[in-house]
């Protein structure tokens, strides 16, 4: 059974640092386009960020591009967002997701993990 298991989020001030972990288990990860997504109170999940299989491409959504990095290790099976100039717009549950290139990202959701960023 696949698992996703999302952490590091937490309370941080308008400015400050978190870095998130997925760590996915269950199989292998390894040849999938892993991503970070988010849905905050009232709002749709929206993409934030994703990288290859390799970690040579990435593509971030326009509202965290240059603030964040998604990076991953293959030999954990873990992906990680590190997320720095945080902003209260930035507030949200945060999910990590995998898919094969060329295919949908999974209707599998981990429980998240919840960022919150006080003005």
């Known amino acids: 059974q696949v698992q996703l298991v999302e952490s590091g989020g937490g309370l941080v001030q308008a400015g400050g640092s978190l870095r998130l972990s997925c760590a996915a288990s269950g199989r292998t990860f390894i040849s999938y386009i892993m991503g970070w997504f988010r849905q905050a109170p009232g709002k749709e999940r929206e993409f934030v960020a994703s990288?290859?299989?390799?970690?040579?491409?990435?593509s971030y959504a326009d509202s965290v591009k240059g603030r964040f990095t998604i990076s991953r290790d293959r030999a954990k099976n873990t992906v990680y967002l590190q997320m720095n100039s945080l902003n209260p717009e930035d507030t949200a549950v945060y999910y990590c997701?995998?898919?094969?290139?060329?295919?949908?990202?999974?209707?599998?959701w981990g429980q998240g993990t919840q960022v919150t960023v006080s003005s």
């Open positions: 990288i290859n299989w390799s970690g040579g491409t990435t």
């Open positions: 997701n995998g898919r094969m290139p060329g295919t949908a990202w999974s209707n599998y």
